[in-house]
C-alpha cells in the first residue's frame, strides 16, 4: 500500500494543502523522540524537495535541539477529512533562527513579510523520499478553526515576556541538548 517518490508532484502538493495540521517528528542518537502538532498554515512547500514552517514559541524547543545535534526530521500529514491517505517527508532540517538574514528573507518571501507575535524561527526540511501510505485507521474529524490559545498567549506575554520564556524553556532540550537560540 505504501508508495515511494523522490518529490512532491502537483497531485501531493494539492492534498497537503487540503490538511489543517501536520506533525513533525524529530530525535538523536541519545535522546527522546519528539513529535509535535503544527497548523499549516504556517507551512510552505517552497519547491519539489523543500518545506519550511514558521515555528512559534512552545513550551519546549526540541526540534530545534535535534535539527543542531542530528539533523534528521519528518513531517507527516493524515487526512483525517476526504479520502484517506497518510503522507511523510523524510529528510534533514536545519533552524533559521530569527536574528538570521534567511530569516527575514524567508518571512518577506513566503510570509508576505508578516511575523506572528511569539514566532521563535523557521524550520527549513531538505526531503529526499516522499512516503504516502492508505491511511485507513485514520479517524475522520472535522475542522472547526485554528485555537485563538497561542496568540492570546503571546499577546499576554508582549515580547520582553516571550524573550525571558524562551531564555528559561527553550534554551535547552528535555534532554539537556543546546538548541542554539540564543548562540551569539
Known sequence: MAKQFSSIDDRLRDFIARQHIFFTASATSESRVNVSP??????????PNTAIYLDRTGSGNETSAHMKADGRLTIMFCA????????????????????APEYRELLHEHYAGEEPLGARQIVWLDFDLVQTSCGFGVPLFS???????????????GPEGIEEYRREKNSFSMDGLPTGMFDG
Open 38 to 47: 503544527r497548523e499549516t498554515l504556517c507551512l510552505r512547500i517552497i519547491s
Open 143 to 157: 475542522y472547526e478553526g485554528e485555537r485563538p490559545s497561542l496568540d492570546q498567549w503571546a499577546k499576554a506575554k
Open 80 to 99: 483525517v477529512e476526504g479520502p484517506p491517505m497518510i503522507l511523510r517527508l523524510y529528510g534533514r532540517g536545519r533552524i533559521i533562527h530569527r536574528s
